[in-house]
């Protein structure tokens, strides 16, 4: 077993990070190096067997060592991020349920959503459209940040939207979170203040060189045409027609967003800086997509 002779809390994180280190594992879901990963599975896994808070010398029961052996080594036989093995994922220091039907949470949206969007909108909004939204952490994220706001989580993909329901029953919130079964905007109706946008912008040649642990995820979630810009093109042809006056939109096209700048040189994009991390989110109003 990979933890043999594993007493305590030390001795369990320098194993499993040296396993990890060894396998030449790719880090990148909530993690990115080995002894963080190392950490987060057994913390995830003390903390559901209801011990307290783990110190170095922290004596481990046999039960959890065992459990944390099992999933360290699927962690490594299988290459699967962490967070499907766990069933679990971060995002706004808040837990969601995540598997292979989605993909697991890491925009820089979270520090937006974390400042409610400060400098960005003067007035809370009270429609929220989270489009492409997956398992739904950014638009779940949003509600929270905004009690008063009405959100729609809107996917193409039907196994997305289930998670998403786990995800939104998971955080109380049935009253005000609507999911839509919609290829972008087309089963979606009515205007947004607020539209976030997270959409598949890989492109063909960028997915083939993808590490082990990105193609366990769901290909839909990532992958368009057109150099990874079909899908955010889309967007910002349709966009305007589901926004306020005063509507804002949020689109996320990471590394991608050089190519998208390129193409509209007719709109004013806004691409924003973030203090931890991430790149590729622009802001347009609803005035700068009809103008």
Known sequence: MLLN??????????????????????????????????????????RRHALPSLQLDTRLPPALVTEVARLATQRIETRKPLAYLLHEAWFCGLPFYVDERVLVPRSPFAELIDTRFETLIKTAPRRILDLCAGGGCIGIACALAFPEAEVVLADLSPDALAVARINVDKHGLGQRVQLVESDLFAAVTGKFDLIVSNPPYVSAEE??????????????????????????????????????????????????????????????FLWLDFAYGGEGICALTARDLRA
């Open 5 to 46: 002779g594993v007493v305590n809390t030390q001795e369990c994180l320098e194993k499993m990070t040296a396993a990890f280190e060894t396998a030449e594992l790719f880090f990148g879901h909530g993690t990115d190096n080995a002894w963080d990963e190392a950490c987060w599975l057994l913390e995830t896994l003390a």
């Open 207 to 268: 997915y083939a060189g993808l590490p082990a642990e990105y193609l366990r995820e769901p290909q839909l979630g990532l992958l368009t045409g057109n150099e990874g810009l079909e899908i955010p093109l889309r967007i910002l042809q349709q966009a305007a027609d589901f926004m306020t006056e005063a509507g804002l939109l949020l689109l996320e096209t990471g590394a991608t967003w050089p190519l998208l700048d390129a193409a509209r040189p007719d709109l004013p």
